[in-house]
């Protein structure tokens, strides 16, 4: 980074500009919230310039753009990230200094952007950063959540749902393109109509319209002047207000229209267990792809004058099952509007959309009500009946599928449209995001799409952005890696970090990599006593699991090993043991009435266990009030234990654990998702492995699980299980939860819990070693660079995108 003294001199002047100009305030009257508004507009200025320059490059050099199309994009805080970026996040520090402000409390001023709720999201985002330093010509695409996901508040013990108004900060990066707004159609009817020449001609009519205004932010790079764009979607009325009703005093109705337009995009997944809630995403998900593919479209015919050539000039990467209506979308613009026959338009569209996959579970790969899509999008629906009918007679004729095959693969079927089926019908390239999931993907759940077509499927594990994730957030630790290995070349070649190996004999390096955890430990402890009260030891072990709130991820299970602890310490007070810090951190979905209830039994539990004087120094729990990017930040390079506990099999890949792993935590994981690639990368004395194989999981089940033989035969699980049940001090009961386990236990607690009280017992037992452990820690990091976005980018850029 830049040290030049100018160049401080020239940020402070810059800033003090901006205040008089946008605020009329001078530096000693202004806010510290307008002070992060004068920075952010600076450095939003020189990113604009790059945007402009960007431009008028690509008109000459004529490369394929990718569009990268996700519902989700969990960017966290802005300000820090793009002055990392630009070179001058030092002289941004020192230029705020010397107006006598204090750094970080600017940079604390910044709501995190929570356009996301986990993996998907915070994956979208470094892949954008990637993309930009590789010099990829992106653009992302997805709404603009007025309030994102939701603030999180924990109200005894449970979940509440608020709004997250990251907009107050957040509207400073964005740039409102109102003169490229598109217009997006809802139900009417769909007339055809047949010329004279034969051809059938296709008039939408009697539909409701809704204005998608794009809210531009400019996305940099790292070390290069590209920059690139995330363009955000925003709904808006087409008529602001209806001047007869409010004439007559009907004042709500005369807005009726307005908010019905703006609702779409309110609140990231609304919750659907109703039938408004469904339909709210079906037109948020439509929205979001209609506005995408008619900007693109426009674009590029404004250029070439046709979209016969659309395909060699675009690639449009789908992010999951959500953007999958950009394939009937894309044909209704090649049809309808181009007037190309079915073949042309067809050809066009299958060698344009790529589809990632990030699940195997069955009920996130998306189905929509057939009555709805009908209902809501009736000329998509006529184009998905087409596309469906074609596909089922190819399998049949020519590839002689059995009538089990051709329910199995059609995209409508039994009243619902299979949003799965049409990226593996419709799609060039289809990838899974980890060894593991994508095996999955081809030996099961698209077994026999893959054998008819297998150049269509491949693997790229997911990544991270290191630059923010490692060197960013963990200045000592990158300041560490420089010194061992003689210069930050892992910025740009990540790979370089394997240079760290040499040094896992040296005391003196083991042991200033252990200084430097203990510093991180300490910080997040202050952060813990500053937000919870709670008094919480450095010097115990750090066991994290922080991640999206779901069965298949065994929260539960962490909590069973910490009661199973919490009991032998009360039966037993005075052995020997290490103190340990539970660290959990997750958002239940509104509507997942299993979720919110671990995490009520897990603030249950915390409050038991932190007051309770027999175990006092040596267990704390505390469970993290809304986890969000900003707090992982703090979190990742305090940890000491990463907790990747799922299911084998039900994993895609996770990318927490290449997070943690990076910063020198410990993997506890099973063998699931790149927990299988991280093993392989470390070595298996390096990570402590524990459970069930995919393959056993499911010979398991298929043999027939019965969960109460392991609660009849275990009397440590059987008491755990029944101290679940009868609740904890604060008179809450969880029998619920124990029923639900031994009557199904469907992703296996019971079947794995001996195997990772073990592997905890083997933790224990290596932590006694600080120089042993942080050799460990030190062979992970070296081992992380594979687990960089510049790599997964680099991947997608050669296999697919060719761009």
């Known amino acids: 980074m830049s040290n030049n003294h100018s ?303 659309f395909h060699l000039r675009h690639v449009i990467q789908i992010n999951d099952t959500h953007p999958t209506l950009v394939i009937p979308e894309l044909m209704r613009i090649l049809l309808d509007e181009e007037g190309m026959e ?41 184009i998905l009946c087409e596309i469906n009918n074609r596909y089922l007679r190819m399998l049949s004729e020519d590839c002689h599928y059995t009538g089990e095959q051709l329910a199995q693969a ?30 999955i993907l081809r030996q099961t759940i698209f077994r026999d799409a893959f054998e008819r077509t297998p150049h269509k499927f491949f693997n790229i594990t997911n990544g991270i952005d290191h630059r923010r994730w490692l060197a960013q957030i963990n200045p000592r630790l990158h300041a560490f890696i420089c010194e061992l290995t003689g210069s930050d070349e892992y910025l740009l070649q990540p790979a370089a970090l394997e240079k760290l190996g040499a040094f896992a004999g040296d005391t003196a390096a083991l042991r200033t990599l252990g200084t430097i955890k203990r510093e991180n430990k300490q910080r997040l402890s202050n952060y813990i006593r500053s937000e919870t009260g709670l008094l919480v030891d450095p010097d115990s072990l750090f066991d994290v699991q922080v991640k999206r709130m779901h069965e298949y991820k065994r929260q539960l ?80 390079p305090a940890a000491e234990i990463s907790e990747q506990i799922s299911t084998a099999g039900k994993e895609a890949s996770g990318t927490g654990n290449m997070k943690f792993m990076m910063n020198g935590a410990l993997t506890l994981g099973t063998l699931d998702g790149a927990n299988v690639e991280i093993s392989e990368e470390v070595g298996l004395d390096n990570i402590f492995l524990f459970g069930l194989r995919a393959e056993e999981v499911e010979a398991l089940v298929r043999d027939g699980y019965e969960p109460m033989q392991y609660y009849n035969h275990s009397p440590e699980l059987k008491r755990v299980l029944d101290h679940i049940s009868v609740g904890f001090d604060d008179g809450v009961a969880y029998n619920d939860i124990t029923s639900s386990l031994l009557l199904s236990d469907t992703y296996l607690l019971l079947a794995d819990f001996e195997s990772y009280r073990q592997a905890q017992d083997r933790v224990r037992r290596i932590y006694r070693s600080p120089e042993r452990w942080n050799r460990m820690s030190l062979l992970n990091i070296a081992s992380a660079g594979r687990f960089a976005a510049d790599r997964s980018v680099s991947q997608y850029r050669r296999h697919i995108w060719e761009a």
């Open 557 to 636: 299970l962490n909590v069973m090993h910490i009661i199973a602890l919490y009991n032998s310490l009360r039966d037993n007070p005075r052995q020997e043991m290490q103190p340990r810090t539970f660290l959990f951190g997750a958002k239940a979905a509104s509507g997942y009435h299993m979720a919110k209830r671990i995490i009520r039994l897990i603030n249950s539990l915390a409050e038991q266990i932190n007051s309770d004087p027999l175990v006092a120094g040596r267990i704390r729990l505390v469970f993290l009030e809304n986890y969000r990017v900003s707090v992982a930040e703090m979190l990742m």
């Open 342 to 382: 079915w073949d042309e338009a067809w050809s066009i569209v299958t060698h344009t959309v790529a589809y990632t996959n990030h699940t195997v579970m069955s009920e996130a790969l998306e189905r929509w009500s057939q009555p709805m899509v009908e209902m809501l999008l009736p000329r998509i629906w006529m």
């Open 7 to 309: 160049e401080a001199a020239a940020l402070r002047e810059e800033i003090v500009s901006k205040l008089q100009r946008h605020f009329g305030r001078e530096v000693g009257d202004a806010s510290r919230g307008q002070i992060f508004k004068a920075c952010a507009l600076l450095l939003r200025d020189r990113m604009s310039a790059g945007l402009v320059h960007r431009t008028e490059c690509e008109k000459v050099a004529d490369r394929r753009q990718v569009h990268y199309m996700s519902l989700e994009f969990l960017l966290g805080r802005s300000l820090m990230k793009n002055a990392y970026n630009l070179g001058i996040l030092e002289d941004l520090t020192q230029a705020l200094i010397s107006l006598g402000v204090e750094p970080g409390e600017i940079f604390e001023q910044e709501l995190d952007a929570g356009l996301g709720n986990g993996g998907l999201g915070r994956l979208a985002a470094c892949y954008m950063d990637s993309m930009t330093t590789l010099g990829v010509p992106a653009t992302g695409y997805s709404i603009c959540y007025h309030y994102g996901i939701f603030r999180q508040k924990i109200v005894e013990g449970q979940q509440v749902e608020l709004p997250d108004p990251w907009l107050e900060t957040g509207d400073v990066w964005l740039i409102p393109h109102v003169d490229e707004a598109e217009e997006v159609r809802f139900s009417g009817v769909v007339d055809q109509v047949w010329e004279e020449d034969g051809h059938a001609r296709f008039v939408h009519r009697d539909y409701t319209s809704v204005l998608a205004v794009p809210m531009d932010m400019a996305i940099t790079g790292f070390r290069t002047d590209r920059v690139n764009t995330l363009r955000l979607w925003d709904s808006k009325s087409t008529t602001q207000i209806d001047m007869s009703l409010f004439s007559r005093g009907e004042y709500l109705r005369a807005l009726e229209q307005n908010a019905l337009a703006e609702v779409i995009s309110k609140v990231l997944y609304p919750e659907d267990n109703h039938f408004e809630g469904k339909l709210l995403r079906l037109r948020q998900q439509y929205f979001f792809v209609s506005a995408t593919v008619q900007s693109i479209a426009r674009r590029h015919r404004a250029r070439y004058g046709t979209l016969s050539n």
């Open 410 to 439: 059609a995209i409508i079927w039994d009243g619902e449209v299979r949003m799965a089926n049409l990226c593996v019908c419709a799609c060039f390239a289809i990838n899974g995001v980890s060894e593991l999931h994508s095996t």
